[in-house]
């Protein structure tokens, strides 16, 4: 069979994973460091799915980075459907959670007053674009999984 | 080929359009009525959103009623690609705008005070519950459609 680039066991998956690890981490980072995230829903929500995210999308790169060294890419069904259907549950998360963050972030800024010093929103913005890269990421993963695994 | 129910131009297509564009009108209504919605970004975006959903189902459901009665379902991969591609398209959006509903109505049932009377709240939860029950039903299609999309 020929080989979709970005697949499980392929260089270009091996980066589209290392992104969405640097991305979530990127974003939990922004949320969490010195802001005081625990005192929102959507916000904790956000830390919860990045701390599934980012060791999903860590333990996948090295995966792909081992079979991208030994030239022995990935092949059993039963392993691809796994990892398949783990990117899309992730990838609808994390867009649950990004769309959640950035609407919350969007109302503390309108209402102004002492809810949302410009330091600590700016933060969350960030976070909350990070947690859209990451979603775009996962979500272009799950796709090419998704297209690999009738060919098999 | 097979017929897959929930597919264009079956019955069980038939009820699965009309509950969506049933949920998404309650959705729709939940958050118009006598509801200031304008002064938060998330509830004009569910709005617009559902105003794009509800066409789409409707037009859907009028296509799907006319193949059943005249029993010649829809067989065209043109056609059927548009709409695959439009129902994920759409269901992204309905889970951002259900999301961010759900947020935002979080937020202001925590921070209480002059924001979120009890009655309108209730009502803000009620449409963001129709929200995600719209994009369960379209996720659905999304996906029975996509699964057709191969054997044609």
Redesign the interface.
Known sequence: MNEVPGSVGTSAGFSLRLAQALFSSASLLFMSLGVEFYS???FC?LVTIMGLVIPWSFTLALVDGYSVLVKCPVRQPGILLIIAAGDWVLS?LT???A??????V??LL?SGGPYCPPKCCSRYQLSAAMAFLTWFLSLASALLNLWVL?SL
Chains 1, 2 share one sequence.
Do not use: F, M
Request: some cysteine; overall charge negative; hydrophobic content about 45%.
């Open positions: 929102y829903t959507a929500y609808v867009l649950a959670a769309c959640s963050t950035a609407s919350v969007d109302l309108h009738p």
